[in-house]
């Protein structure tokens, strides 16, 4: 599950997020320290509604000069171990 998780984030996330250097995105490194999984999980999975509906997205927006995170269509996929 991780080596799936590390392509994704290689092919799809790092064109607009660095680990450690603000991009067209946000640096992610601590971003749990600044926010909840349950807020990143929806901002990933339902960009689109997090943007509309949550106030910490929209003032990310406007502090990202309006780069809407675009919606990458993942699906959530619960795993068993």
């Not at 929806?42 to 509309?52: A, G, Q």
Request: hydrophobic share 40%; aromatic share 6%; charged share 25%.
């Amino acid at each position: 599950m991780a080596e799936v998780g590390a392509a994704k984030y290689k092919a799809i996330c790092t064109a607009c997020h660095l680990t450690d250097k603000r991009l067209i995105g946000s640096a992610l490194k601590g971003v749990y320290e600044r926010r909840s999984p349950e807020w990143v999980m929806n901002m990933i999975l339902n960009p689109d509604r997090t943007i509309k509906e949550d106030p910490i997205a929209k003032a990310l927006l406007k502090e990202y000069n309006n780069a809407v995170m675009l919606n990458q269509n993942l699906k959530y996929k619960a795993q068993t171990l």
